[in-house]
């Protein structure tokens, strides 16, 4: 009866249906696919086990499924802040979490100053130099309100240039100290530029064209375009220098200059995992515990002036090692893993969008990645 079921159907089912079949691996292979052993020598299986048939002689389905994504995928924000975001990506391959971290870095626009006008410049730092330090400024301006420059074809508008002026004079005073420009110095200028654009005659026009103010846009009536840090060093003036410039930003990505990143840094590590092997009591559990510099370790006591060593901070633990070391015997009673499919993933912004935000544009670039993937394949 059961043969003629399936006669005409998937002769997998018919074997995955058999009473003899196991439905689950074994504990151990279940660990070295789940897991990274990480001995005291060096960490051992750390690739992940790709191919679909790995299993099929244990009658594990190790395939790629997207209902099974969805059902173990989960996001769970342990830290959010004005500037850092630290969340738990759980059910996830190690090739997409690297994917969310190359694109934070490379692919998701800011806005950073591209072009320098350099009016005058009497103090001792360099045009070049003043120039480099001005684009490595972070500019608090939303890129999803801007367009590329290229888009217009590098006409400067009020649609993909921000613009502005930093003019600042030490007075040529008898024991006058040296004073500090910093880049709360800039100032925005939502009419555009103020300059006169080469081979032009006064009142010809300016630098820019901007056919309407940008303070018109409701997005900048309460958070207008400014430096992130106010107190960035750019220069030092003494008596008697100066230094007058306009400043353009532009939109572009971190692929093309590093100053167009949006993240100072973005970085994941496995869910550290640390297991007790056998119980670690009295002098040995105070051993234990003073080994790691963490403070991984705490020590319980159950009554009798028995005391045990039980494991307190897992996620503080860095795998240093130290807690294994000293012999074979600390080796059979500590064990440190790290969850293959469990990323602890931090995002520290530079200040042009929220950490959380840099995310979700990440999410849909990747999605547009994949889509541009799947119609040229089409």
Known sequence: MEENKYKNGDALDYIMNLSSVPSKLPEKLELLRTRVLCNNDAP???????YSGAYAALGVDNSLRLDNFCENFKVEVNKLTEETIEFDMIGIDPALANAFRRILIADVPTMAIER???ANNTSLIQDEVLAHRLG?????????????PENAGDEKNEKNTIVFKLHVRCPNKVGQPRITVKSGELKWLPNGSELLGENKKPNAGSQTSFSC????????S?????????????AKLGAGQEIELEVHAVKGIGKTHAKWSPVATAWY??????????DVEDELAEELKNKCPQNVFD??????????????????????RECIR???DWEDRVALRRVKDHFIFTIESTGALPPEALFTEAVKILEEKCERVITELS
């Open 44 to 50: 051992q299986h750390t690739d992940t086990i790709q």
């Open 116 to 118: 320098v006008y350099i």
């Open 136 to 148: 490595l400024v972070p500019i608090n301006a939303d890129p999803r309100l801007f367009e590329y």
């Open 213 to 220: 103010s940008q303070d018109s846009i409701p997005q900048f």
């Open 222 to 234: 309460d958070n207008p375009p400014r430096p992130q840090y106010s107190d960035i060093i750019l």
């Open 269 to 278: 590590r496995m869910l550290p995992e640390v297991v007790l092997l056998k």
């Open 299 to 320: 020590i319980e006591d159950f009554g009798y002036g028995k005391r045990r060593a039980t494991v307190k901070n897992p996620r503080d633990c860095t795998l240093c």
């Open 326 to 328: 000293g012999g074979k």
